[in-house]
C-alpha cells in the first residue's frame, strides 16, 4: 500500500509541480501572480478532448496541436489584456487574475457543458505489476512526461538564446531592454510557455479526475507547491510540486481522509517556519 500510494502520490505531485512551474516562469519575467493558471490547465484539457472525441485526431497528434493552441492563447491573452498589469499593485493584479480564472471557467460551462467527461488517454487504465505493487499505467506515463518536460526546458534555458534571453528578463527588465532584448516578446513567450505547460498538466490531470470545468480549483494546491519550494525558482517548483503531492497522498492513505484536503498547507506552515523564504528561494536585502 506505501508503495501505490507513493507512485500516485509522485504522479500527482508532477501534475502540480507542472501548474507550479507555470506560477514561476510568468512572476520571474513579469512579476505577475496569475491565479488562473488552473483554469490554464483546464482549458488545455477539454481543447485536448474536444480534438480526440470531436476531431477524431490520433492521440499524440491533438497532444502537440494542443500545445500550439494553448501558446498562441497565451500569447493573444497577453497581447490584448495581460501585459497592461506589469507594473500594477499586487492586489490589483491578484483580483483581476481571480477574475480571469471565474471568467474562464463559466466559459467552459458554456462551450463545453458543466457535465464530467471521461477523458480518452490509452492505456491510461492499464496496470503494471513490480512483484506485490500494482501500478497504474496513466500514473507512470505522467512521471515520465515530467521529468522529459523538466530535462526539456532545461535545455531551452541553458543552450537555447530564447531562453537565456527569458532568464536575463526574470533578472532583471530593465537591463534587459537597455541590452537591445524585445522585453515584450519575451512575455509573450514566457505566457505562451506557461499555457503550454498548463495545457500538459491538464492532458495529464483528466484521465485521473476525469474532465470538468472546476478542475482548474487545483491550481489552489500548485500554488503553496510554488511558495514551498521558493517563489521564483524552477527546481523549486518541480520539488515542491512533488512533495505536496506525496504528502497529501500518504496522509489521505494513513490518516483520517479529511486530513488530505488541508495537509499541504499543514507542510507548507510547517517549512515556511524553516525557511521562510522556501526551500530553493533567495533571501533578497534591499537598501532603503
Not at 21 to 47: C, D, H, P, R, S
Not at 153 to 179: E, H, P, V
Amino acid at each position: 500500500m506505501f508503495w501505490q500510494l507513493l507512485v500516485s502520490g509522485l504522479a500527482l505531485g508532477c501534475v502540480y509541480a507542472l501548474i507550479a512551474l507555470g506560477f514561476v516562469l510568468v512572476y520571474k519575467a513579469t512579476e505577475v501572480l496569475n491565479f488562473a493558471q488552473g483554469e490554464f490547465m483546464m482549458i488545455g484539457a477539454f481543447v485536448a478532448f474536444s480534438l480526440l472525441s470531436y476531431g477524431l485526431l490520433p492521440f499524440w497528434v491533438a497532444v502537440l496541436l494542443t500545445l500550439a493552441i494553448m501558446g498562441i492563447f497565451g500569447a493573444i491573452l497577453n497581447r490584448l489584456v495581460l501585459r497592461f498589469l506589469v507594473g500594477e499593485p499586487t492586489f490589483a493584479i491578484v483580483m483581476f487574475t481571480i477574475g480571469l480564472s471565474i471568467f474562464l471557467r463559466s466559459m467552459a460551462g458554456m462551450i463545453w457543458s458543466t457535465d464530467t467527461e471521461s477523458f480518452p488517454m490509452p492505456m491510461a487504465s492499464e496496470v503494471v505489476h513490480i512483484s506485490a505493487v500494482a501500478l497504474s499505467v496513466g500514473n507512470l506515463l505522467i512521471v515520465g512526461v515530467t521529468l522529459a518536460l523538466v530535462v526539456i526546458l532545461f535545455l531551452f534555458f541553458r543552450f537555447t538564446d530564447l531562453g537565456i534571453a527569458m532568464q536575463a528578463t526574470s533578472q532583471n527588465q530593465f537591463a534587459t531592454y537597455l541590452m537591445g532584448i524585445n522585453v515584450e516578446r519575451i512575455f509573450s513567450v514566457t505566457w505562451a510557455l506557461s499555457a503550454a505547460v498548463a495545457g500538459v498538466a491538464g492532458i495529464l490531470l483528466a484521465p485521473i479526475l476525469f474532465l470538468h470545468k472546476d478542475m482548474g480549483f487545483i491550481g489552489l494546491k500548485a500554488f503553496p507547491a510554488a511558495v514551498l519550494g521558493g517563489f521564483g525558482s524552477i527546481p523549486g517548483a518541480i520539488v515542491g510540486g512533488l512533495i505536496i503531492g506525496v504528502s497529501e497522498n500518504l496522509a489521505g492513505g494513513f490518516l483520517p481522509i479529511w486530513v488530505k484536503d488541508i495537509f499541504a498547507y499543514i507542510v507548507l506552515l510547517v517549512v515556511l517556519i524553516i525557511w521562510p523564504e522556501g526551500i530553493f528561494g533567495i533571501q533578497e536585502k534591499k537598501k532603503v
